[in-house]
């Protein structure tokens, strides 16, 4: 997808874009990404920050900007990160979540004149749009991109371009998360740190692989499921097959509504643990003019609990417990409601239920639970 923006003319290649996001993620080379989104979005600011909120310090600070920046307003903001209003703004938020200081209910930042005065001013921060691209139980990133007081406020297009792109960082900053944690406590070389990342890969509809972690490489090797044979990918028994290319058409199809939507299947379950595949679309549409459209597959093992200990603390009816796991599965709101004949809108109400009485607020502290229960044994 090409974007013109405005007089300058300025023609941007969207899918190739999004394809540097997830190379950055790998490489932690996020200049060229950064730069980009300046002219994507006419900004004087673009920025990708990792921060512990355990320890409430910086893992990684990521800046690209068109002015000159006092390293004084830089320490000063990083120091002060907690009382960014944005920041306490997102406190709530769910992972993926868009904020802006450009709308109706925009921050009066004349109640914040010392942040004001020594941060956003010196920076041209005072409007900004950002994301939150990764929080879990320790780590959050955000993204975002800034314009100076004196500027037009972000329009329309760029709201269309920004949802466009978030899903993409929120994935890619997972990866990055882990392969800046790893920098920090390895004192080993570059590969093993590199092994330690996600298996993930990046395949046609043909199922041609263009790019793989090393990751992923170690995991076709050893997969009894999934195998590499001359750079496509096999995947055996053929219903997995079959699954997984149904997935990458509901992909496609789903492009025109910008849902951006994932979708995730067992290929190897047995008693004590389960392989997990996700399909994400990598381009934003299918090229008419030659280019194929490709998509981010991901693998993740998970060890299986032992369901009736969950059951038998929280005290979960049979429907309950049988929610659980299919939530732990990666199964869809779609896919609940078809395995048990209701509609989506009481398996939304069901699973918030089940949260409270689990005492999860959201879905990542539930898999989280989840994943600390006792392994399930033969």
Not at 88 to 98: A, C, P, R, T
Request: glycine share 2%.
């Amino acid at each position: 997808m090409e974007v013109e923006r405005d007089i300058r003319e300025y023609r941007f290649n969207l899918d190739a874009f999004i394809l540097e996001i997830y190379d950055a993620s790998l490489s932690r080379k996020w200049s060229r990404v950064l730069e980009q989104c300046l002219s994507l979005f006419s900004a004087n600011n673009a920025f990708l920050l990792l921060h512990d909120a355990v320890n409430k310090e910086f893992v990684s600070v990521k800046m690209k900007t068109t002015e000159v920046l006092s390293d004084a307003s830089l320490r000063h903001y990083r120091e002060h990160f907690h009382q960014d209003p944005l920041y306490l703004q997102s406190k709530n938020m769910e992972e993926g979540s868009i904020f802006t200081t450009c709308e109706q209910t925009r921050i009066d930042w004349r109640k914040y004149p010392d942040y004001h005065e020594r941060i956003l001013a010196p920076l041209k921060a005072e409007k900004t749009k950002a994301a939150l691209v990764l929080k879990d139980s320790r780590y959050e990133a955000f993204f975002g991109v800034c314009r100076s007081k004196a500027a037009p406020d972000f329009t329309p297009l760029d709201d269309v371009y920004f949802k466009k792109i978030v899903p993409h960082l929120v994935r890619a900053s997972r990866y990055f998360r882990d392969q800046e944690n790893c920098k920090t406590t390895r004192s080993i070389a570059q590969g093993i740190f590199d092994n330690q990342a996600p298996p993930f890969l990046v395949c046609n509809r043909q199922l041609k692989i263009q790019a793989s972690n090393a990751s992923a490489q170690v995991f076709l090797q050893d997969s009894q499921n999934c195998h590499d044979i001359n750079g496509y990918l096999a995947l055996s028994p053929a219903r997995y097959l079959y699954q997984l290319l149904r997935a990458m058409d509901n992909c496609i199809q789903e492009i025109s509504s910008n849902a951006d939507k994932t979708h995730s299947f067992i290929i190897d379950e047995r008693r004590e643990a389960m392989t997990v595949l996700t399909v994400a679309i990598l381009n934003t549409y299918a090229d008419t003019q030659g280019a194929q459209t490709c998509f981010v597959l991901s693998f993740s093992v998970k060890q299986q609990p032992d369901w009736k200990v969950l059951s038998a603390t929280f005290l979960l009816t049979k429907q309950e417990q049988l929610i659980a796991q299919l939530l732990y599965k990666e199964v869809t709101y779609q896919g609940i409601a078809h395995t048990l004949s209701l509609d989506e809108e009481a398996v939304t109400s069901l699973v918030r239920s089940l949260y409270i009485k689990m005492g999860t607020p959201h879905r990542r502290d539930f898999l989280e639970l989840i994943a600390d229960l006792p392994i399930q044994t033969a």
